[in-house]
């Protein structure tokens, strides 16, 4: 039967076969590569070298007749014989690389320029050394035909720029550069000059880039490509900070303001962000007369422009408008706010609360930038608050705000979640205008949002409960009435989600919860399901996490049958649970509790339960168990804990005796040498009542013995003669019961020594333990 129904489901018509056979055929050139990836025995020959040579002969013999990988791996390989044999490599290798990076291809140029970088930055050899071997090499191939390895040793040379004393740097790099950067050189050559005199400003005193550097700057920006100009245009900024104020706003100043004009949509772009970045070093009138007028033109043509200037300018603009805030009339105050708020919608179908039918379909293209608009919008909001007072936050700002934390695309929301501390804080006593947007992110469908915010979730919530004028101590929740849903909601959300380490950090922060609402509330919506987390989780990180916030919600709960209740649950469900894992995630628990609680409260609470673990079936529980025991001796204080003391000491010799596992011995008797170094805490206050005590015991037993004595001495006289007649001998008497006591208290001791066992009376008798108490009754385990 099961042959006729396998080949019943088979068609073996025309088409199908067809289908079959181009089947087998794709399978038979997937395997062909693998066949021609095959070496033949004269490849493999050619491939082998001897073992006897040294690194440096072998690295010769690769780049003279080895294979392009070969010789890729030598270069790979340079820093490592740089540092064994600077010498040798200097004077043997280098030179055979120099040669063969003359036809080298692209991956042995990209693994030269990041291997001569590397031992830049090793120091393996001096700079005076490495100027003299190396710059001439980096400085050959900046111009390579690939942007990619140009880019690769430009990047070197940068690095190595910082290093170079200013004479190297004048010689070898300044006086070729004016060659270089003239308009007959090629474009990739005047590229690389752009970026090197940038590199160059900071490198000199003001007056030699005057004199020396300003004049090709000039020159570049004027470039007939407009490559080269956006590229010097964005170099500007750092040949103003070297050069200083002044001779930026006579120089650069100019300058930025004629490539604002340019044709080119990316030079102009470039001299816009370069105005913004250099706003610091221009005084008022500048601003006023000459920035200002530029930014305003900006933004009038950036929404008939391409919509990567709309990109930039959305990020720049909280830096723009708080550097220009002193200038602003009211008047382009509000039209600048308006140019915000137009950008925060921009790409949204609804907008102004109303569908505009006129929209055309976008792009793909076009939805990708319209959302990184938004998304730099949000970025900039805590600017734009300054920018228009906190005090205004309501009137001005709110239905911006509102509109980017339920903006429909993720980027966007994640920004505002990061914000939101800074927005908060701006915001001080107006912060409870804010509160049903943290709900909402709280509720947020993405993790990522909620892992964003949960950052400075203690931050946040403690600015919202105490921050306003509802921070009255009488009920904490009036303030946010929908938190703990929201709260409750996130981490249901994170726990049914793949990403453990967001639960774990969103576990972390409800800590802070015992600040921002009630105990009750705690125990009931929290407390409990904390609980559950230890028990049901199978993520470590976020159990841990879980039993030390359990643990602060347990510390600050003052009521003593939910405490009790908590308590019991702890040792019943996990430090008597079923499963080992339970039992090890008490200790963890314990250990937390030993972190926050007071030593009596452990003491009183969980001392014992831990111990009894020294009896668990599984050697992991043991063995966490050893390596918990020095913190839990350290809660002890002597005289009150003195039975506590002594179930630790019986605890360890149970375990130095009666342990077979041979990883846990081992971490017992190395615990037991850390015991014995500790000193217990004494507690003074009973030490001394102790000690008051015994006192008062002495002398009222002094004081008896003196008053029988003196009773005694009345007829001591009348009795002395007859007894001395009547008990010959009654000296040796008395000092044979006093040897008879002697003896009796010795055999008492004696018995007493052997009595806990008979088998051992020294440590070399004992053929088990080093460690054995049992062998050692005189003497503590520790004290």
């Given at each position: 039967?099961?042959?006729?129904?396998?080949?019943?489901?088979?068609?073996?018509?025309?088409?199908?076969?067809?289908?079959?056979?181009?089947?087998?055929?794709?399978?038979?050139?997937?395997?062909?590569?693998?066949?021609?990836?095959?070496?033949?025995?004269?490849?493999?020959?050619?491939?082998?070298?001897?073992?006897?040579?040294?690194?440096?002969?072998?690295a010769v013999y690769l780049l003279s007749s080895g294979q392009d990988i070969q010789g890729t791996s030598v270069v790979a390989n340079l820093p490592v014989l740089?540092?064994?044999?600077?010498?040798?490599?200097?004077?043997?290798?280098?030179?055979?690389?120099?040669?063969?990076?003359?036809?080298?291809?692209?991956?042995?140029?990209?693994?030269?320029?990041?291997?001569?970088?590397?031992?830049?930055?090793?120091?393996?050899?001096?700079?005076?050394?490495?100027?003299?071997?190396?710059?001439?090499?980096?400085?050959?191939?900046?111009?390579?035909?690939?942007?990619?390895?140009?880019?690769?040793?430009?990047?070197?040379?940068?690095?190595?720029?910082?290093?170079?004393?200013?004479?190297?740097?004048?010689?070898?790099?300044?006086?070729?550069?004016?060659?270089?950067?003239?308009?007959?050189?090629?474009?990739?050559?005047?590229?690389?000059?752009?970026?090197?005199?940038?590199?160059?400003?900071?490198?000199?005193?003001?007056?030699?880039?005057?004199?020396?550097?300003?004049?090709?700057?000039?020159?570049?920006?004027?470039?007939?490509?407009?490559?080269?100009?956006?590229?010097?245009?964005?170099?500007?900024?750092?040949?103003?900070?070297?050069?200083?104020?002044?001779?930026?706003?006579?120089?650069?100043?100019?300058?930025?303001?004629?490539?604002a004009r340019d044709e080119g949509s990316s030079v102009r772009l470039a001299a816009f962000e370069t105005l913004v970045n250099l706003l610091d070093m221009f005084?008022?009138?500048?601003?006023?007369?000459?920035?200002?007028?530029?930014?305003?033109?900006?933004?009038?043509?950036?929404?008939?422009?391409?919509?990567?200037?709309?990109?930039?300018?959305?990020?720049?603009?909280?830096?723009?408008?708080?550097?220009?805030?002193?200038?602003?009339?009211?008047?382009?105050?509000?039209?600048?706010?308006?140019?915000?708020?137009?950008?925060?919608?921009?790409?949204?179908?609804?907008?102004?609360?109303?569908?505009?039918?006129?929209?055309?379909?976008?792009?793909?293209?076009?939805?990708?930038?319209?959302?990184?608009?938004?998304?730099?919008?949000?970025?900039?909001?805590?600017?734009?608050?300054?920018?228009?007072?906190?005090?205004?936050?309501?009137?001005?700002?709110?239905?911006?705000?509102?509109?980017?934390?339920?903006?429909?695309?993720?980027?966007?929301?994640?920004?505002?979640?990061?914000?939101?501390?800074?927005?908060?804080?701006?915001?001080?006593?107006?912060?409870?205008?804010?509160?049903?947007?943290?709900?909402?992110?709280?509720?947020?469908?993405?993790?990522?949002?909620?892992?964003?915010?949960?950052?400075?979730?203690?931050?946040?919530?403690?600015?919202?409960?105490?921050?306003?004028?509802?921070?009255?101590?009488?009920?904490?929740?009036?303030?946010?009435?929908?938190?703990?849903?929201?709260?409750?909601?996130?981490?249901?959300?994170?726990?049914?989600?793949?990403?453990?380490?967001?639960?774990?950090?969103?576990?972390?922060?409800?800590?802070?919860?015992?600040?921002?609402?009630?105990?009750?509330?705690?125990?009931?919506?929290?407390?409990?399901?904390?609980?559950?987390?230890?028990?049901?989780?199978?993520?470590?990180?976020?159990?841990?996490?879980?039993?030390?916030?359990?643990?602060?919600?347990?510390?600050?709960?003052?009521?003593?049958?939910?405490?009790?209740?908590?308590?019991?649950?702890?040792?019943?469900?996990?430090?008597?649970?079923?499963?080992?894992?339970?039992?090890?995630?008490?200790?963890?628990?314990?250990?937390?509790?030993?972190?926050?609680?007071?030593?009596?409260?452990?003491?009183?609470?969980?001392?014992?339960?831990?111990?009894?673990?020294?009896?668990?079936?599984?050697?992991?529980?043991?063995?966490?168990?050893?390596?918990?025991?020095?913190?839990?001796?350290?809660?002890?204080?002597?005289?009150?804990?003195?039975?506590?003391?002594?179930?630790?000491?019986?605890?360890?010799?149970?375990?130095?005796?009666?342990?077979?596992?041979?990883?846990?011995?081992?971490?017992?008797?190395?615990?037991?040498?850390?015991?014995?170094?500790?000193?217990?805490?004494?507690?003074?206050?009973?030490?001394?009542?102790?000690?008051?005590?015994?006192?008062?015991?002495?002398?009222?037993?002094?004081?008896?013995?003196?008053?029988?004595?003196?009773?005694?001495?009345?007829?001591?006289?009348?009795?002395?003669?007859?007894?001395?007649?009547?008990?010959?001998?009654?000296?040796?008497?008395?000092?044979?019961?006093?040897?008879?006591?002697?003896?009796?208290?010795?055999?008492?001791?004696?018995?007493?020594?052997?009595?806990?066992?008979?088998?051992?009376?020294?440590?070399?008798?004992?053929?088990?333990?080093?460690?054995?108490?049992?062998?050692?009754?005189?003497?503590?385990?520790?004290?």
């Amino acid at each position: 039967m099961h042959p006729i129904i396998f080949f019943s489901k088979m068609d073996f018509s025309q088409s199908n076969l067809f289908g079959y056979i181009e089947d087998l055929q794709e399978l038979t050139i997937i395997e062909r590569p693998v066949r021609r990836s095959l070496k033949t025995p004269e490849e493999i020959e050619r491939l082998t070298v001897d073992e006897e040579l040294s690194d440096i002969e072998r690295a010769v013999y690769l780049l003279s007749s080895g294979q392009d990988i070969q010789g890729t791996s030598v270069v790979a390989n340079l820093p490592v014989l740089m540092r064994q044999n600077p010498a040798e490599t200097l004077r043997r290798v280098l030179p055979k690389i120099r040669e063969v990076l003359h036809v080298a291809g692209v991956e042995m140029q990209l693994t030269a320029a990041v291997s001569f970088l590397t031992v830049l930055q090793e120091e393996s050899v001096s700079i005076h050394t490495y100027s003299h071997s190396f710059l001439h090499i980096i400085l050959q191939h900046l111009e390579h035909r690939d942007a990619g390895v140009s880019n690769a040793w430009l990047e070197t040379l940068l690095a190595v720029i910082e290093a170079l004393p200013k004479e190297t740097i004048r010689h070898e790099i300044l006086n070729p550069l004016v060659s270089k950067a003239q308009l007959s050189q090629t474009l990739q050559s005047r590229l690389v000059s752009c970026k090197i005199m940038g590199k160059l400003a900071n490198k000199f005193e003001a007056h030699i880039i005057k004199r020396e550097v300003l004049p090709l700057v000039k020159s570049l920006c004027q470039d007939v490509e407009y490559e080269v100009r956006t590229c010097m245009c964005r170099q500007l900024e750092h040949i103003a900070q070297g050069i200083g104020t002044e001779l930026t706003k006579t120089v650069v100043l100019p300058e930025l303001v004629e490539l604002a004009r340019d044709e080119g949509s990316s030079v102009r772009l470039a001299a816009f962000e370069t105005l913004v970045n250099l706003l610091d070093m221009f005084d008022a009138d500048d601003r006023s007369q000459t920035v200002l007028p530029l930014v305003k033109s900006f933004c009038e043509k950036s929404f008939k422009a391409d919509e990567s200037i709309l990109v930039s300018l959305s990020f720049h603009l909280g830096k723009l408008c708080n550097g220009l805030y002193g200038i602003f009339t009211p008047e382009q105050h509000l039209r600048f706010l308006e140019f915000y708020k137009k950008l925060s919608t921009l790409g949204l179908q609804q907008e102004n609360g109303h569908n505009d039918n006129q929209l055309q379909l976008q792009t793909l293209e076009q939805e990708k930038k319209y959302i990184s608009v938004r998304k730099n919008c949000a970025y900039n909001f805590p600017a734009m608050i300054v920018f228009v007072d906190p005090k205004n936050f309501h009137l001005e700002l709110y239905s911006i705000f509102f509109c980017l934390c339920h903006d429909p695309e993720v980027p966007v929301r994640y920004t505002m979640a990061i914000n939101f501390y800074e927005v908060a804080k701006l915001l001080n006593s107006g912060v409870y205008t804010i509160h049903k947007e943290l709900v909402t992110l709280l509720q947020d469908e993405s993790l990522e949002v909620l892992d964003a915010l949960v950052g400075h979730l203690p931050e946040i919530l403690e600015l919202m409960t105490n921050g306003g004028e509802n921070s009255g101590s009488e009920s904490k929740l009036l303030s946010i009435p929908d938190l703990i849903p929201a709260l409750t909601t996130a981490e249901q959300r994170a726990a049914t989600s793949l990403k453990w380490r967001t639960h774990e950090k969103l576990l972390q922060k409800y800590a802070c919860l015992p600040h921002i609402i009630s105990s009750d509330q705690i125990y009931y919506r929290f407390l409990h399901r904390m609980l559950t987390i230890i028990l049901t989780n199978n993520v470590l990180p976020v159990q841990k996490a879980a039993a030390r916030t359990l643990c602060v919600y347990l510390r600050y709960n003052r009521k003593q049958e939910q405490r009790h209740e908590v308590i019991q649950k702890l040792i019943e469900q996990l430090g008597q649970g079923k499963s080992y894992w339970n039992r090890l995630r008490f200790l963890d628990t314990c250990e937390f509790i030993m972190e926050l609680f007071s030593k009596s409260f452990f003491c009183k609470y969980f001392f014992l339960p831990v111990l009894e673990l020294t009896h668990d079936p599984v050697a992991n529980v043991r063995m966490k168990l050893c390596y918990l025991l020095p913190k839990v001796k350290s809660t002890l204080k002597i005289p009150t804990d003195k039975h506590l003391l002594q179930q630790l000491e019986l605890c360890i010799r149970k375990l130095l005796c009666q342990e077979k596992d041979k990883d846990v011995l081992t971490i017992v008797k190395r615990t037991v040498l850390e015991l014995d170094r500790m000193e217990i805490s004494v507690d003074a206050e009973q030490l001394e009542k102790e000690k008051q005590q015994n006192e008062g015991r002495s002398t009222n037993v002094n004081d008896k013995m003196f008053e029988k004595k003196r009773r005694d001495s009345k007829t001591s006289s009348v009795l002395a003669k007859s007894i001395t007649l009547s008990v010959p001998g009654s000296s040796s008497g008395t000092s044979s019961g006093k040897d008879d006591k002697k003896s009796k208290l010795v055999r008492s001791q004696s018995f007493s020594t052997q009595a806990l066992h008979p088998k051992y009376s020294n440590i070399d008798k004992c053929p088990k333990y080093l460690y054995c108490l049992h062998c050692l009754p005189h003497r503590q385990l520790f004290t």
